[in-house]
């Protein structure tokens, strides 16, 4: 029987070459952003920026040239997607480093604030040691009974959860340096344990889409902001 991989999730990669000066700049610049604090404060949580107050670092001259790059890049995968790029805008909204020391992760969650969601990793040598991505689908529908695959005495077989197997339960990507992963916002993701001695680098951004400026928008796509009314 032919069975068939129906609704593929995208995730985008792109592998840059980073210039060895600059990112040793980045990662000396994202250390004094974090200053004192080394967690999120729970000391088994990755620093993030967005919670502490760094969440504009592509407005920063240090990182404005890469953020350049990589928002080329997200054009690229939306342009694979099939969107129009004369019939929408794509806004940075939000762009801030993590850091994860050893032991420390980053829990399950997904980013409602955004419709494009992008990792850049600043180290990293392919092995998952730092703490891979995690990657969950919306919902496991092959296992027919829902929570099956995870329950008590499952009645499947291992290979069934192996890359390959139509009940893979996540996909896991190992940090690289100069490797940059596009995916949707609205996917489940989390960080692994870092379980290395160096500290795990990498910057986040959300991206947002809307109308192109001037634009009637297409149903459901909103009005570029500039059309916006804030109200008092
Ligand atoms: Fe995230």
């Known amino acids: 029987m032919k069975i068939e991989g129906l609704f593929p999730l995208a995730l985008g990669q792109v592998q840059l070459r980073p210039d060895p000066l600059a990112l040793a700049r980045q990662l000396q610049v994202i250390l004094e952003l974090r200053g004192k604090a080394e967690a999120n404060p729970d000391p088994d949580c990755a620093w993030t920026g967005d919670l502490n107050g760094v969440w504009q670092l592509h407005r920063h001259p240090t990182f404005t040239g890469l953020i350049d790059e990589l928002t080329g890049h ?126 795990r680098f990498s910057i986040s951004l959300d991206f947002v889409l809307t109308a192109p400026a001037g634009s009637a928008a297409a149903e459901y796509l909103a009005p570029h902001p500039q059309e916006w009314q804030p109200l008092a």
Request: with cysteine; hydrophobic share 35%; aromatic share 10%.
């Open 74 to 199: 997200a054009w690229a995968y939306l342009q694979a997607l099939g969107f129009e790029r004369q019939q929408v805008a794509l806004h940075l909204q939000r762009c801030w480093p993590v850091v994860s020391t050893s032991g420390q992760v980053v829990g399950r969650h997904h980013h409602p604030n955004a419709h494009l969601s992008g990792v850049y990793y600043l180290n990293g040598d392919g092995s998952g040691r730092s703490g891979c991505l995690r990657l969950w689908p919306d919902r496991q529908v092959n296992e027919l009974v829902p929570g099956l695959a995870v329950g008590h005495e499952s009645p499947f077989r291992p290979d069934a959860r192996l890359p390959g197997g139509w009940l893979r339960p996540w996909v896991d990507l190992a940090p690289r340096a100069g490797l940059f992963v596009l995916f949707p916002s609205s996917t489940d993701h989390a960080v692994l344990t870092n379980d290395d001695d160096d500290g």
